[in-house]
Nanobody
């Protein structure tokens, strides 16, 4: 069975950094677009950042531009989200996702209901 497992979440002070990892098994990641999404209490799931199969195209939500970086290592079937200068409003459950049918990174991030494969999520809490 296919699985996506996030790790690296936790409690961090404002201004701190975290790196999330998404380990994929059951399918070959290089054929899939990858996305990181988050959901805060009382809010809808939103696309944080998405990346194309080769890594040549990326999309970032305006709220994280300049602070977050998505990357992928297809040989390891692993995706990453580097988060710097974290703010309290970044507090959320972060999910990684993989989608075979996506044609643009904008489509993947903007339409999460169309994404097929999801991890269980990892909690990120930014607080003093």
């Amino acid at each position: 069975q296919s699985q996506l497992v996030e790790s690296g979440g936790g409690l961090v002070q404002p201004g701190g950094s975290l790196r999330l990892s998404c380990a994929v098994s059951g399918f070959t990641l290089e054929y899939y677009y990858i996305g990181w999404f988050r959901q805060a209490p009382g809010k809808e799931r939103e696309g944080v950042t998405c990346i194309s199969r080769s890594g040549g195209s990326t999309h970032y939500a305006d709220s994280v531009k300049g602070r977050f970086t998505i990357s992928r290592d297809n040989a390891k079937n692993t995706a990453y989200l580097q988060m710097n200068n974290l703010k309290p409003e970044d507090t959320a459950v972060y999910y990684c996702a993989a989608d075979f049918a996506s044609t643009t990174v904008q489509d993947m991030c903007n339409y999460p209901t169309n994404v097929r494969n999801w991890g269980q999520g990892t909690q990120v809490t930014v607080a003093s």
